[in-house]
């Protein structure tokens, strides 16, 4: 058992909490779409095709934006293949997945089935194999009024009267990447979105623009990218994106455990490459980061786009994950927690049977894998202002990261009702924490609501069709809130926790 001590201030603040980080992602990819949120044959499904089933666990998860369609797909995507009526969309090779895509769904009903769930649609626009042209045309398509324009009045005669309301859009996907179809040098990308952006904003000047930041911090133009990106984009974007996929390489369990080290990094680093941007122009603008792709993601068992064969909606990267793989996806949600003040969107990478929180079965049942836990709680209950933390803990020794904190705690307190959500992470495999946390400087009596923890004794059990609840949080013993206000608990071994407190 190891100590750790918690300092906590309701004065002393992060940030607030922009909705947008409990983002997710619906790329047309595997069985992301079809046979994922679509299935019309579904005993589940609605009048549109979409599965009841799935959407009521997309709003139990949470979810705030998702962003749409792609991801590598969108890069080589014709969107107006996707709109209009059904019969008469093409079929198409996608080159990013190698799947024939037949476009049953597309803009209006992506948009629509968003709406329906709650959920705010985030757009790319294809800057591989398009531009300027197809980008501002998709707009209009999307956000125009009825009789504005012939584009908007295409949308209108498709069935869809409203405008789809879509505010923010991502210029391109991953466009540092080789495996990107119509790879761009930092510089041909950064004229590129530029020229796009500047376009989007003349039709529209209140729009939130992403511009493409690394696809992973391996990248050998990691941080360079972005500074040449920015030099073209800083005036006419408001967010530069963000991937980042992790795994235990090489079976480095400790390490993985730490993974949100790397992320923190990638934040930190980012931020202050846009900063010196900034400085350079001497711009009172201060950009924000959009993380619209993370999560756990065994990568190593993925042979790569270019093996794939030609399929059909095939299954593609359906990783089952377990409860260490629920540790680190609660850690990383608490290290975008603690950098909100430079994080304004974050997407995980993907919603449903691809890399996703929840799987189906054709014509059978969704379920809820290990990560959806974290994620729905923190998107439940992690809401309003982030507080910084001084944690005093054991230092745990990782192959990858050096020293990191054997325990990581957040904190985020609800300006309204002075309830204090507290978020956190034993990354150490064999010995479990002593939390302590005295809450005296919050002035009124605290009570303790819940304490729910994913720790369970054997990390690898998983979620599955058959056992759809092995692993879910459940309540933890042993945790009081004394006279003193000081809150003690115990953490067990590579577990994750969320400590409730109201008034
Ligand atoms: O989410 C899977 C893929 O990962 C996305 O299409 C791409 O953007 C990233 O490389």
């Given at each position: 058992?190891?100590?750790?001590e918690v300092?906590?201030?309701?004065?002393f603040t992060?940030?607030?909490?922009?909705?947008?980080?409990?983002?997710?992602?619906?790329?047309?990819?595997?069985?992301?779409?079809?046979?994922?949120?679509?299935?019309?044959?579904?005993?589940?499904?609605?009048e549109?095709?979409?599965?009841?089933?799935?959407?009521?666990l997309?709003?139990?998860?949470?979810?705030?934006?998702?962003?749409?369609?792609?991801?590598?797909?969108?890069?080589?995507?014709?969107w107006?293949d996707?709109?209009?009526?059904?019969?008469?969309?093409?079929?198409?090779?996608?080159?990013?997945?190698?799947s024939?895509?037949?476009?049953?769904?597309?803009?209006?009903?992506?948009?629509?089935?968003?709406?329906?769930?709650?959920?705010?649609?985030?757009m790319a626009?294809n800057?591989?194999?398009?531009?300027?042209?197809?980008?501002?045309?998709?707009?209009e398509?999307?956000?125009?009024?009825?009789?504005?324009?012939?584009?908007?009045?295409?949308?209108?005669?498709?069935?869809?009267?409203?405008?789809?309301?879509?505010?923010?859009?991502?210029?391109?996907?991953?466009?540092?990447?080789?495996?990107?179809?119509g790879?761009?040098?930092?510089?041909?990308?950064?004229r590129?979105?530029?020229?796009?952006?500047?376009?989007?904003?003349?039709?529209?000047?209140?729009?939130?623009?992403?511009?493409?930041?690394?696809?992973?911090?391996?990248m050998?133009?990691?941080?360079s990218w972005?500074?040449?990106?920015?030099?073209?984009?800083?005036d006419?974007?408001?967010?530069?994106?963000?991937?980042?996929?992790?795994?235990?390489?090489g079976?480095?369990?400790?390490?993985?455990?730490?993974?949100?080290?790397?992320?923190?990094?990638?934040?930190?680093?980012?931020?202050?490459?846009?900063d010196?941007?900034g400085?350079v122009?001497?711009?009172?603008?201060?950009?924000?980061?959009?993380?619209?792709e993370?999560?756990?993601?065994?990568?190593?068992?993925?042979?790569?786009?270019?093996?794939?064969?030609?399929?059909?909606?095939?299954?593609?990267?359906?990783?089952?994950?377990?409860?260490?793989?629920?540790?680190?996806?609660?850690?990383?949600?608490?290290?975008?927690?603690?950098?909100?003040?430079?994080?304004s969107?974050?997407?995980?990478?993907?919603?449903?049977?691809?890399?996703?929180?929840?799987?189906?079965q054709?014509?059978?049942?969704?379920?809820?894998?290990?990560?959806?836990?974290p994620?729905?709680?923190t998107?439940?209950?992690?809401?309003?202002?982030?507080l910084?933390?001084?944690?005093?803990?054991?230092?745990?020794?990782?192959?990858?990261?050096g020293?990191?904190?054997?325990?990581?705690?957040?904190?985020?307190?609800?300006?309204?009702?002075?309830?204090?959500?507290?978020?956190?992470?034993n990354?150490n495999?064999?010995?479990?924490?002593?939390?302590?946390?005295?809450?005296?400087?919050?002035g009124?009596?605290?009570r303790?609501?819940?304490h729910?923890?994913?720790?369970?004794?054997?990390?690898?059990?998983?979620?599955?069709?058959?056992h759809?609840?092995?692993?879910v949080?459940?309540?933890?013993?042993?945790?009081?809130?004394?006279g003193?206000?000081?809150?003690t608990?115990?953490?067990?071994?590579?577990?994750?926790?969320?400590?409730?407190?109201?008034?």
């Amino acid at each position: 058992m190891y100590d750790v001590e918690v300092g906590l201030d309701p004065a002393f603040t992060v940030g607030t909490v922009d909705p947008r980080l409990y983002g997710s992602f619906v790329e047309h990819m595997g069985r992301c779409v079809y046979g994922g949120i679509f299935e019309p044959d579904h005993p589940t499904a609605d009048e549109h095709g979409f599965r009841g089933d799935v959407a009521d666990l997309v709003r139990e998860l949470g979810v705030t934006v998702i962003r749409y369609p792609g991801g590598n797909f969108v890069s080589g995507y014709r969107w107006e293949d996707g709109v209009g009526p059904v019969a008469d969309r093409p079929r198409r090779l996608d080159l990013a997945w190698r799947s024939l895509e037949p476009n049953t769904v597309g803009t209006d009903e992506f948009c629509r089935w968003a709406r329906g769930v709650g959920v705010d649609p985030i757009m790319a626009v294809n800057l591989g194999t398009r531009g300027v042209d197809a980008a501002v045309d998709l707009l209009e398509y999307t956000n125009f009024a009825p009789g504005s324009t012939s584009t908007a009045d295409r949308r209108v005669a498709n069935g869809h009267k409203d405008a789809h309301g879509v505010t923010t859009w991502c210029l391109g996907n991953e466009m540092d990447g080789l495996w990107q179809i119509g790879h761009k040098t930092a510089d041909e990308y950064g004229r590129l979105a530029a020229e796009t952006a500047r376009a989007m904003r003349r039709a529209d000047p209140d729009l939130e623009l992403v511009a493409c930041g690394s696809s992973n911090s391996g990248m050998p133009t990691f941080g360079s990218w972005e500074r040449t990106v920015l030099e073209h984009t800083y005036d006419l974007v408001d967010h530069i994106s963000l991937h980042a996929y992790f795994e235990p390489v090489g079976g480095d369990v400790d390490s993985f455990l730490a993974s949100s080290e790397e992320m923190r990094r990638m934040i930190t680093a980012i931020a202050a490459t846009a900063d010196h941007v900034g400085a350079v122009r001497r711009s009172g603008k201060r950009l924000t980061i959009s993380f619209d792709e993370w999560n756990v993601w065994y990568q190593h068992r993925f042979s790569g786009q270019d093996t794939l064969e030609r399929n059909e909606n095939a299954p593609l990267i359906e990783d089952v994950y377990d409860v260490t793989d629920a540790v680190v996806v609660g850690d990383l949600l608490m290290a975008l927690l603690d950098h909100c003040d430079r994080v304004s969107i974050a997407c995980q990478a993907q919603l449903v049977n691809v890399i996703a929180p929840i799987m189906t079965q054709a014509g059978g049942p969704a379920w809820r894998q290990t990560i959806f836990h974290p994620f729905a709680l923190t998107a439940r209950h992690a809401r309003g202002t982030v507080l910084r933390t001084a944690v005093r803990t054991a230092q745990l020794p990782t192959q990858r990261y050096g020293d990191v904190p054997a325990t990581r705690v957040s904190a985020v307190q609800d300006p309204e009702t002075g309830a204090l959500t507290l978020l956190a992470a034993n990354r150490n495999r064999t010995e479990p924490a002593r939390l302590t946390v005295p809450l005296r400087a919050f002035g009124e009596r605290l009570r303790l609501v819940e304490h729910l923890a994913i720790a369970e004794t054997d990390p690898s059990a998983t979620n599955t069709a058959e056992h759809p609840d092995r692993v879910v949080p459940r309540p933890a013993n042993g945790t009081v809130l004394d006279g003193d206000q000081t809150l003690t608990a115990t953490l067990p071994p590579s577990s994750w926790h969320l400590i409730r407190l109201g008034n």
